[in-house]
């Protein structure tokens, strides 16, 4: 069974670069695309960018100039960063895994969410 | 971006009920819509995929139709363990994006 969990950093002061990583266990990173997904308080879901095993990424425009997302295969995890971080990014964040092919892409696998606060 | 859009934003119903949630897209995603399960507390759950195939493990009393731009979400015989928020997701193109989401109450 594959889980997905999230680092909990929780609180980042306004300005600074908010890291979350993703472990992995119970499958290989290789052969998939690694995804983050935020949820601000009472809003929907916010598709943040994907990674693959290769280190190939695609970021969601709205956030493309703020965001980096890395790969490390030797430890079955997955990173993101957000600089320059503001009260709007306070969100709890999802990590998930999207398989399919070329009639279906989906995400199969979630963490629980973990909730991260900008303030001062 | 391709804007999803769903109806209603919540509902309130028995257990027993027959509930339908629908989904819009902003242009044509042919079958390319997912559906996921949110509680509070949980990892969603994708329940749906390719608008109509039902993911592993998920109770047959939930359905998938629609193609193009118009897709539905049917819970055929509510559950006291269905009351959720449900999210339809394009997976189309990138950025995907999720529908605003779907609370369903109990009555």
């Known amino acids: 069974q594959v889980q997905l969990q999230e680092s909990s950093p929780g609180l980042v002061k306004p300005s600074e670069t908010l890291s979350l990583t993703c472990n992995v266990s119970?499958?290989?990173?290789?052969?998939?695309?690694w995804t983050w997904i935020r949820q601000p308080a009472r809003k929907g879901l916010e598709w943040i960018g994907r990674?693959?095993?290769?280190?190939?990424?695609n970021y969601n425009p709205s956030l493309m100039s703020r965001v980096t997302m890395s790969v490390d295969t030797s430890k079955n995890q997955f990173s993101l960063r957000l600089a320059s971080v503001t009260a709007a990014d306070t969100a709890v964040y999802y990590c998930?895994?999207?398989?399919?092919?070329?009639?279906?892409?989906?995400?199969?696998?979630w963490g629980q969410g973990t909730l991260v606060t900008v303030s001062s | 971006d391709i804007q999803m859009t769903q109806s209603p934003s919540s509902l309130s119903a028995s257990v027993g009920d027959r509930v339908t949630i629908t989904c819009r897209a902003s242009q044509s995603i042919s079958s390319y819509l997912n559906w996921y399960q949110d509680k509070v507390g949980e990892a969603p759950k994708l329940l749906i995929y390719a608008a109509s195939s039902l993911q592993s493990g998920v109770p047959s009393r939930f359905t998938g139709s629609g193609s193009g731009t118009d897709f539905t979400l049917t819970i055929s015989s509510l559950q006291p363990e269905d009351f959720a928020t449900y999210y339809c997701q394009q997976s189309y193109n990138t950025p995907r994006t999720f529908g605003q989401g779907t609370e369903v109450h109990i009555k």
């Open positions: 998930a895994r999207e398989v399919g092919d070329s009639s279906s892409r989906q995400f199969d696998y």
């Open positions: 119970g499958g290989s990173i290789s052969g998939y695309s």
């Open positions: 990674v693959y095993k290769t280190g190939t990424t």
